[in-house]
């Protein structure tokens, strides 16, 4: 029903990890960029993380991440489940706020990160 659909998101306390998914409704190999954002409270959307395909079967894809979230996020592309999924390690309370993914105009209603002890 939705062509972005976000889960994973939950409660986890400081320096733990979550693994959100974003189901695609479509083919996500058609897809040539997909991304992530988060909103804190009181605070604007932030982009997190971008996914982009290669341009060519003997290039790769490429990533941009905030630098806020480098080295502890992942952003990675599962084509068989047409899922895109942003792995977050060593959590901290600044990462708490709704996750959502997007494509261009499109995007799901997010899912709620909340980092606590």
């Known amino acids: 029903q939705l062509p972005l659909v976000e889960s994973g998101g939950g409660l986890v306390q400081p320096g733990g990890s979550l693994r959100l998914s974003c189901a695609v409704t479509?083919?996500?190999?058609?897809?040539?960029?997909i991304g992530w954002y988060r909103q804190a409270p009181g605070k604007q959307r932030e982009k997190v993380a971008l996914s982009t395909n290669g341009q060519a079967m003997t290039t790769t894809g490429r990533t941009w991440y905030a630098d806020s979230v480098k080295g502890r996020f992942t952003i990675s592309r599962d084509n068989i489940r047409n899922m895109v999924i942003l792995q977050m390690n060593n959590l901290d309370t600044e990462d708490t706020g709704v996750y959502f993914c997007?494509?261009?105009?499109?995007w799901g209603q997010g899912t709620q990160v909340i980092v606590s002890s």
């Open positions: 997007s494509e261009g105009d499109v």
């Open positions: 479509g083919m996500l190999d058609r897809i040539k960029v």
